[in-house]
């Protein structure tokens, strides 16, 4: 089986929304600020449901934010 | 500093200052085998592993969640890291508990009886290691911060 990637661009989507800090997203995505640092530095992988807040916040869908790749 | 690394480090803290004291003062004055007539040593050490507790508790109620209701303090990713170290610790305790009582029984089997000191070292050191091992273990996980949410 390949080995398959995700990536996300969650730190591009913070600039594009008026440089959104790392702990306002936390706050309003219900997470810690050190998840958003874990996930833009590529090392955790979100639930399903933290994907979809996360998504919701930028308000796009959720594969505009994380990007599966094999 | 998450609340649950801040509770790692302090519980690594507490109980490695806990253990530190204890190695030398169980081992003094003929070790374990006078360990349980040994009353003032007994009792040091019964006063150690309660203050160690009492800190304990003292440090979880000063690093509680408190204030801003709203703001997140723990999350997924804390949950997965707790429960990561937690199964791993469990593990690293069995292996200590068995290492430790096969050493004694290998060592004692001649005599056919083990002093009964050992079973309060194998007591409060399967503690100590417990804490230890998880805190440590969680403290390197949250480092790395490495980890699968579950959906």
Redesign the interface.
């Given at each position: 089986m390949a080995k398959a990637e995700i990536r996300n661009r969650i730190r591009k989507l913070r600039f594009e929304n008026n440089e959104m800090t790392q702990q306002e997203l936390?706050?309003r995505a219900?997470?810690?600020r050190?998840?958003i640092?874990?996930l833009e530095?590529g090392?955790?992988?979100?639930?399903?449901?933290?994907a979809f807040r996360i998504a919701k916040v930028f308000g796009v869908l959720l594969e505009d934010v994380f990007e599966y790749e094999e | 500093m998450?609340q649950p690394?801040k509770q790692a480090l302090f519980t690594l803290i507490i109980w490695g200052i806990v253990t530190a004291a204890f190695i030398p003062i169980f081992f003094s004055r003929g070790g374990p085998s006078t360990y349980v007539q040994d009353k003032p040593r007994f009792v040091f050490v019964a006063i150690l592993f309660g203050a160690g507790y009492l800190s304990y508790f003292i440090m979880m109620f000063l690093t509680r969640a408190r204030g801003r209701t709203?703001?997140?303090?723990?999350?997924?990713?804390?949950e997965h890291i707790q429960g990561q170290s937690s199964g791993v610790a469990l593990i690293l305790v069995l292996v200590y508990v068995f290492f430790l009582c096969i050493t004694l029984y290998e060592i004692y089997r001649e005599s056919g009886c083990v002093p009964v000191g050992w079973m309060w070292f194998l007591g409060y050191t399967t503690v100590f290691w417990g804490y230890i091992s998880n805190s440590a273990l969680g403290l390197v996980l949250?480092s790395?911060?490495?980890?699968?949410?579950?959906?």
């Open positions: 936390a706050d219900a997470c810690t050190q998840t640092v874990a530095q090392k955790y992988l979100p639930s399903l449901a933290l | 998450t690394t709203d703001k997140i303090v723990r999350d997924e990713r804390d949250h790395r911060m490495v980890g699968r949410g579950k959906s």
